[in-house]
């Protein structure tokens, strides 16, 4: 399934040419694996954001296995397999509560795109006939209530919304307290952007957490971390962080197009097993994809 | 003597090792450098072969630390020509010293910095556009900035140019009423789902803004531009046209640290639309290691200028390359390190060494001067190693004591001396041994001792002074087989006089002594 993800990438692609060409074209089958190949691969893996250690993995077993021997569509499958296998294979649809609503918490770093991701879901879930309710936790930064207002707006879904200021898990327990009162499907708790390193923040997004269940039992159903796709390293020190103190289920990677190609969830599979559920790729509300593992590494390779 | 270049035989050379912390992702750099190194120590000199290895490891940390790969090439490059030919030293370890190869580097590369923000033109308030993608920040620094300029006694006012994020005006309405700086937005019309409708376009609105700045007495206006969530999205005409028509002093880049190696490219893109003239790192909070400062920089030769350490508005910090380059190193305790070795370096420099060296051929080597080449020693490696390597020194060093602690115990005895007496040794007499002694906490035939080996070293060294080299490398085997075959024999002096005594002088020496 190669849909908008697939295009958006294409077209970023092909605006940056000459910056960053993919993987594919250095698979001609014309040249040979030696120094010059080896360093030209490394380059591009490195570009996307793959990060030292995945690269030199990669890069080594080729010099292994493939070292003076043709660069051609033996070489391009293994590389492009063993990416591929680095992403597993979970199941990437959010889980939906038997009976009651549904809750899925949303967290990440500031400017990561929490507020949009969360509009983006809710429109989806509100064309598929869901009954929608955000909760607007991000009582912190200036203005973060109003954004979501307005987005609720656009969308037609519920909102429910404090003073600034306010304990975000007494907002957290007034959605779910709405939510089961008007017998919503869906409810989406957006909170105050992060950094992973800010202990006691991080002991407030834990408190929410705490608040959804006792409100809901198993809730929260989904717990997402949205990571910004231009992100490098340091986006796998964030999912071990949030994925710990959210009990992650998944992660929803925005910004992503041609240029910021994303890379890290190669480490971040890795080091936490979090698997990428959705993928925003635009600034419209429809602009919302499930992650597709072949698409994403078919778009590193062109 | 002693020091001509030669820092051979290794063993254990002390080490600043910093704490490992488990659980970090990123090993300790300098842990990984000492590793490659180990092989390096006490070799002469860095050669290009020789740290290949340990310039992987630092490419590994820069990349790590989202350094844009090119630029991680560049920066290898230059730092090899810069370490390739420097002398070992021994009281560093390798990795260390190559580590400040890299940090001085690294600082040269981000420097300098200027933080002043534009001082106001006589007709109009001074003009600062920010710009960058979406959720870098802009908003939020655009108040910093205001506080910023408001608390160096400026009269700032912020301007709401981002008509596109939802909400945005309204975050820069309240930031301003936070710190009690005046906004000027233009919200238009809202229609039932939000969007903003009609209403001035961003450009409008600047041009408005500088006029009502310049007619409420501000000198200085900060403009939020709107960003977008690619680089090749963003309406770089809209911006371009601000800044045709505002005419913006400076322009900053406002730019998260935990981008990756992206960071270029928008980086670039900006700089190609509206030539910036400074770029404000934010989001440095966090543990993001920062690389994208050093890529931006050498992308597009823009200086750094603030870092934003938090979300509170009073968050804003000055640049400083030098903290920078200690966290893309990921390095805690790196200052003192990189102290210790510019200390070392300088201390036992050629130049420092040739002056030594002359003072021995002219003979005028005194005490200050032995106690500076105990200094020396002392910084260059662990004194058991160099010990026989000092002619006459093995001698001086009781068997069974620790020599570090030997050559503090002679320090003290030379520290316990007058100027004078360091300078001119001869003069010291009986009454001034005891107060040498008393002064060192040593008893005077310790002091006595000392005296007579520090001559025999002087004669044997003004002697070796005019040896060629080979010479000089039998005679100090020589020496130090002379002190293996007698550990810790004390040597019986009988001072200088040349010849030996004679009875009557020998009980002259008495009836002194007594007296």
Known sequence: ?302 | MICSGRYEGSRGALRLSLPFVPGTMFESLQQTLGEALKRLRGRGRLTEANIRDAMQDVRRALLDADVHHQVVETFLTRVTEKSVGQTVLRSIDPGEQILKCVYDELVALMGPVDTALPAARKDRPAIVMLCGLQGQGKTTTAGKLALTAKQAGRKPMLVAADLQRPAAMEQLRLLGEQIDVPVYLELGQIDASGNRIGGPGAVEICKTALARARDRGCDLIILDTAGRLHVAEMPMEELRQIDRVVGPDHVYLVCDALTGQDAVNSAQAFNEALELNGVILTKMDGDARGGAALSIKEVTRVPIKFLGMGEKLDRLEEFRPEGMAQRILGQGDILSLIDKVSRVQSEISDEEREKQQKKLEEGSFNLNDFRKQLDMLKKMGPAKDLINSMPGMSQLMPAGQDPEQSIRRIQGIIDSMTRRERADPDEIDYDRRLRIARGSGTRAEEVKQLLTQFEMMRNVMRAMAKMSMLERIKMMSGMSKMGAFMPGAKIVSKGDTGHRKSPRERAEDRKKKKR
Not at chain 1, 18 to 30: P, R, S, V
Not at chain 1, 75 to 95: A, F, P, T
Not at chain 1, 108 to 115: A, D, P, Q
Not at chain 1, 118 to 143: E, P, Q, W, Y
Request: glycine letters at 10%; one cysteine or more; proline letters at 2%.
């Open chain 1, 1 to 302: 399934m190669l849909g908008a993800l697939w295009r958006k990438l294409k077209a970023g692609l092909a605006r940056t040419r000459d910056l960053f060409a993919g993987i594919a074209g250095l698979f001609t089958g014309k040249g040979r694996v030696d120094e010059n190949f080896i360093k030209e691969l490394e380059r591009r893996l490195l570009a996307a954001d793959l990060g030292a250690g995945p690269t030199a993995e990669l890069v080594d077993q080729v010099k292994r296995d493939f070292r003076d021997r043709e660069a051609g569509e033996d070489l391009k499958s293994m590389v492009r397999e063993k990416l591929r296998q680095m992403l597993g294979d979970d199941d990437r649809s959010l889980r939906i509560a038997a009976s009651g609503p549904t809750v899925i918490l949303v967290a990440g770093v500031n400017g990561s795109g929490k507020t949009t991701t969360i509009a983006k879901l809710a429109s989806l879930f509100h064309r598929n006939g869901k009954k929608v309710v955000v909760a607007a936790c991000d009582t912190f930064r200036a203005a973060a209530v109003e954004q979501l207002g307005i987005w609720a707006d656009r969308i037609g879904c519920d909102i429910v919304r404090a003073q600034h200021g306010t304990d975000p898990a007494s907002v957290a327990h007034d959605a779910c307290e709405k939510a089961k009162a008007r017998g919503a499907d869906i409810v989406i708790v957006d909170t105050a952007g992060r950094l992973h390193t800010q202990t006691h923040l991080m002991k407030e997004l834990e408190k929410i957490q705490r608040v959804l269940g006792k409100q809901i039992p198993g809730a929260p159903h989904e717990a997402l971390m949205v990571l910004d796709a231009t992100n490098g390293q340091n986006a796998i020190a964030q999912a071990e962080q949030f994925g710990k103190v959210i009990g992650g289920t998944g992660i929803v990677l925005t910004k992503l197009d041609g240029t910021a190609k994303g890379g890290a969830i190669f480490s971040i599979k890795a080091r936490t097993g979090l698997p990428v559920k959705y993928v925003g790729v635009g600034e419209t509300i429809e602009d919302l994809e499930p992650f597709d593992a072949d698409a994403f590494v078919a778009a590193l390779f062109d």
